[in-house]
């Protein structure tokens, strides 16, 4: 007896040691994932401080606005005049928004969109089919419309279909088929819209052409070859290889240039009547812009951007969730 209780001693502080080192390893472990969790967020801490006071802040600024009826007077006084969902139930209940604003709006958005990813598809499906060194240069010449300032070539558009001495109107003058001075291809809205898409689908076809083009060097041309061999015209090579093997790059084009051409604002206010002169012409983002800055209803104003954004957000929302779950990915 005298000897065993030693040895029940001895195995007693053993089977506490181990416990005890067992807890400190798994101390450490949780102490070194605290750590690398902590310095993840002081990595990301300068990005996310960055996006909430360029991007949440503001948003949230024009949320509070939209329920406000919010003008000069308030805004020199520093005060605040809640109306609840007012804005909100005037725009939705007005004839303009549905009859001029959102038609101009979501059909000038859809009509670039197609032209513009169609145009550029085109485009980077003929820049393919050069060598390396044609390629290069004439996608470097593409570029050149993409990298010009949407004011610049909005200037360019107004000048080349001006009413008076415009190169449009110059050329069907001399020709006979109109008479100089008496057409104005700003004051309606077909043809506002003609030139205003012009406008859009050249700047934004040459960003859809080279991402294209980068997805089109992907695809294997042992593809193409065997096709070819099996007797596939060109329209079947592109219908069965080319889409299939690009349909996410269609996507993210598509949804980005959704994106765009849902707020294009300077190509509108920077041509004549649409800063103003010709209510016709407003698409959202002007009417928005208006509203707030020539009118002083900065209440209404968010109201209306708030709208738009929500639009945007649901028009982007169901294309990705339809793309995504045709294709798995």
Same mark, same amino acid.
């Given at each position: 007896?005298?000897?065993?209780?030693?040895?029940?001693?001895?195995?007693?502080?053993?089977?506490?040691?181990?416990?005890?080192?067992?807890?400190?390893?798994?101390?450490?472990?949780?102490?070194?994932?605290?750590?690398?969790?902590?310095?993840?967020?002081?990595?990301?801490?300068?990005?996310?401080?960055?996006?909430?006071?360029?991007?949440?802040?503001?948003?949230?600024?024009?949320?509070?606005?939209?329920?406000?009826?919010?003008?000069?007077?308030?805004?020199?006084?520093?005060?605040?005049?809640?109306?609840?969902?007012?804005?909100?139930?005037? $725009?939705?209940?007005?004839?303009?928004?549905?009859?001029? &604003?959102?038609?101009?709006?979501?059909?000038?958005?859809?009509?670039?969109?197609?032209?513009?990813?169609?145009?550029?598809?085109?485009?980077?499906?003929?820049?393919?089919?050069?060598?390396?060194?044609?390629?290069?240069?004439?996608?470097?010449?593409?570029?050149?419309?993409?990298?010009?300032?949407?004011?610049?070539?909005?200037?360019?558009?107004?000048?080349?279909?001006?009413?008076?001495?415009?190169?449009?109107?110059?050329?069907?003058?001399? &020709?006979?088929? $109109?008479?100089?001075?008496?057409?104005?291809?700003?004051?309606?809205?077909?043809?506002?819209?003609?030139?205003?898409?012009?406008?859009?689908?050249?700047?934004? !076809?040459?960003?859809?052409?080279?991402?294209?083009?980068?997805?089109?060097?992907?695809?294997?041309?042992?593809?193409?070859?065997?096709?070819? $061999?099996?007797?596939?015209?060109?329209?079947?090579?592109?219908?069965?290889?080319?889409?299939?093997?690009?349909?996410?790059?269609?996507?993210?084009?598509?949804?980005?240039?959704?994106?765009?051409?849902?707020?294009?604002?300077?190509? $509108?206010?920077?041509?004549?009547?649409?800063?103003?002169?010709?209510?016709?012409?407003?698409?959202?983002?002007?009417?928005?812009?208006?509203?707030? !800055?020539?009118?002083?209803?900065?209440?209404?104003?968010?109201?209306?951007?708030?709208?738009?954004?929500?639009?945007?957000?649901?028009?982007?929302?169901?294309?990705?969730?339809?793309?995504?779950?045709?294709?798995?990915?």
């Amino acid at each position: 007896m005298i000897e065993q209780a030693p040895s029940r001693a001895a195995v007693a502080p053993s089977g506490t040691g181990r416990a005890a080192g067992g807890g400190g390893a798994g101390s450490n472990a949780r102490r070194r994932r605290r750590r690398a969790t902590v310095r993840a967020w002081l990595l990301l801490s300068p990005a996310l401080v960055l996006l909430g006071v360029l991007l949440l802040v503001p948003l949230v600024r024009v949320v509070q606005l939209s329920f406000q009826d919010y003008g000069l007077r308030e805004l020199a006084a520093g005060t605040t005049n809640p109306v609840g969902w007012a804005n909100y139930a005037e $725009i939705l209940s007005s004839p303009y928004l549905w009859q001029t &604003v959102l038609p101009n709006t979501v059909g000038f958005a859809l009509v670039c969109v197609t032209l513009t990813v169609t145009l550029g598809t085109l485009v980077a499906l003929f820049l393919n089919t050069l060598s390396t060194r044609w390629r290069v240069l004439c996608s470097t010449a593409i570029m050149v419309a993409w990298a010009v300032p949407a004011v610049t070539g909005t200037y360019v558009l107004v000048w080349i279909f001006d009413p008076l001495n415009g190169l449009v109107a110059s050329v069907l003058a001399d &020709v006979g088929l $109109i008479e100089a001075g008496t057409v104005n291809w700003f004051a309606h809205r077909v043809p506002f819209y003609a030139i205003a898409t012009l406008n859009v689908v050249h700047h934004g !076809f040459p960003f859809i052409a080279i991402t294209v083009l980068a997805g089109l060097m992907t695809v294997p041309v042992e593809l193409y070859e065997a096709a070819r $061999i099996d007797g596939a015209g060109a329209w079947r090579r592109f219908w069965n290889i080319t889409v299939p093997m690009l349909r996410p790059v269609f996507a993210v084009v598509t949804i980005l240039s959704t994106i765009w051409d849902f707020k294009v604002f300077t190509q $509108i206010y920077l041509m004549p009547g649409g800063n103003g002169g010709n209510p016709d012409v407003y698409n959202l983002g002007v009417w928005s812009y208006l509203q707030s !800055f020539a009118q002083g209803k900065y209440g209404m104003g968010s109201a209306i951007a708030v709208l738009l954004t929500l639009i945007l957000l649901a028009v982007t929302v169901v294309y990705t969730r339809t793309v995504f779950k045709e294709q798995d990915l």
